[in-house]
């Protein structure tokens, strides 16, 4: 909950702006078993549900986890339920996403919810600048997320990024990296999608000459390779329950035994994770370890969906265009229809799918402006690709609909790409800003590593 301060109070901050008294979003419980618990919504972004790590924890064993989602919009909030068992009810009708304004009720498990306006409460501090590395953005939402991570990038503190696919999370790692104390050492990116479970050990922790046919020679590992360094282990959430065991092991120890090996090796690196899911409705599904979640997540952030930021398509469009031309003699510029176009599109690819889509326009494009028509037209992001023109399967629960939209997603994006590249991996990898092997086993999963590509295949 959210401290009250005296009226005119401010908090200064180097880098930052102040803390400022204004109308913010303020959550009561007003009725079941966690009644007169209250929330002011401080941050721009906050969830609700049953485990602790929640903005708002509620005691109500008929409410998940992690329940819903809330977005600072003003005065009011854009509510987003995130997949959880009982639902999330506005009256008789069960909601997915809505905005609520003052005076608005609404009911998870047992527990009924007001919202209403607190005039007493502070904003968190937002950042003067409009990026922080590779991100982009001049957002309220970005603003603070970029004040955060000015504020942890010096000191020596795990991370968790939560985010969509294509939000920018390798980024904050890595600019997380050259902001701290270690940037002069190795980052090394532990793709957990991409290690095979027979030859995990011996990746991750490295091998002693002779420890099993094939072991010719030493070889260090991972943890070993990025001493003194940053770790960035991207989709932790996909980590089996063995290999979840060894990395708990190695964080709590600090230490690691080569396979074939007998003397502890220390180790001293800075561990950043990264998921497109939510780590604690995998804990309470059971797949996921509740003490390695606290081992990585000592400061959990989560980047904003694109659809839920689309003030900042025109900056991202600027600063992408400037990434994009730098071989051309004259900068590329985006017409105002061309940025207007783009800001109602829902981006499910997110930043990725739009850098994705200038760059298809400026290839297109006759001269530098990039035009309305130049990115509206076929191989759009995934919409020109003949799956889309069958309706979505939302049957079912929320998350096995979203598991659903997203390998739809992945396929439909895939397949565009290779066709793209008419089917060089190597020019794919670098398109799409996938690490090869990864973009390999993406291919793999969908179905579609080997096929015979070329510009007029059909999907």
Known sequence: MTDHASRGETEVNTGLRPRTLVAIPRLTAIAGPAKGRAFAMANALATVGRHPTNDMVLDDPRVSGVHLQLQRVDDHIRLRDAGSTNGTWLGQHRVMEIELGAGAEFTVGSTTLQLDVDDAATTSPVSVHDSFGMLVGRSTVMRE????????????????????????K???????????????????????????????????????????TGAAERRVGFFEAADGGTIFLDEIGELSAPLQAKFLRVLERHELTRVGGQVPIKVNVRVVAATHRDLRHEIEAGRFREDLYYRLAPVRILLPALRDRPDDIPVLCERLLSYIGDARSSPLVIDASAVQFLSSQPWPGNVRELRNVLARAAALATDNVIRRADVAGEGFGFRGMREERTPLDLSGTFGSAKERAIERF?????????????????MASREA???????????????????????????
């Open 410 to 426: 992945e396929s439909a994006y895939l397949a565009a790409l290779m066709k793209r590249c008419a089917g060089n991996l190597s």
């Open 170 to 212: 390798e980024e904050v790692a890595r600019a997380i990296h050259l902001k701290s104390l270690r940037a002069n050492k190795p980052f090394i990116v532990i793709d957990a999608t991409a290690i095979p479970e027979t030859l995990a050990d011996s990746l991750l922790f490295g091998h002693e000459k002779g420890a099993f």
């Open 433 to 459: 800003d996938l690490a090869r092997h990864h973009l390999r086993e993406l291919l793999r999963k969908r179905g579609l590593y080997g096929i015979p590509w070329d510009r007029e295949s059909d999907v």
């Open 145 to 168: 997320l970029f004040a955060t991570l000015e504020r942890i990038a010096p000191k020596d503190i795990g991370l968790l990024i939560q985010g969509e696919t294509g939000t920018g």
